[in-house]
């Protein structure tokens, strides 16, 4: 029993350190974002008001906006957007997306609420859950 309790102790001391040097402490701001295999920016307006330039932006690390068009998967390029219109759904797992491309095309898809948002701001990195964006909006290419 002796040599048990300082085990305790030690696993005990340890454990929140641990918790918060893996990330699994909640909302904590991102000391790194992903980097893109290519750069784009854009600006994003999120439910409170607030607008936000960036740049080097992905959708989960990704540089296209991915989710699903009734039954099917569909992978939207960031090249080919202008503007993102993210709505709620029926499904409090879900949001609506409504894409508008550079072309003048649309789209209407689902993605889960949780999909996270990074960029570099001019202040620093910064990263949104979609569920908590209200529009984004991209420059067109070139």
Do not use: C
């Not at 305790?8 to 699994?24: E, I, K, M, R, Y």
């Not at 330039?53 to 998967?73: D, P, Y």
């Amino acid at each position: 029993m002796s040599r048990t309790l300082p085990l305790l102790l030690l696993l005990a001391a340890a454990w929140p350190a641990a918790v918060l040097a893996t990330g699994f402490g909640g909302d904590s701001p991102p000391t790194r974002i992903p980097v893109p295999a290519r750069e784009f920016k854009a600006t994003v307006e999120d439910r409170a008001g607030a607008v936000v330039q960036l740049t080097r932006v992905t959708l989960n690390g990704e540089i296209f906006f991915s989710g699903v068009v009734g039954e099917g998967q569909v992978s939207v390029p960031f090249d080919t957007l202008a503007e993102v219109r993210i709505e709620p759904s029926g499904d409090d797992k879900k949001v609506v997306a409504l894409v508008k491309l550079h072309d003048g095309a649309s789209v209407r898809m689902t993605l889960d609420y949780d999909v996270p948002f990074y960029g570099d701001a001019a202040f620093g990195h910064y990263k949104i859950e979609i569920e908590k964006v209200r529009k984004l909006t991209f420059p067109p290419p070139g």
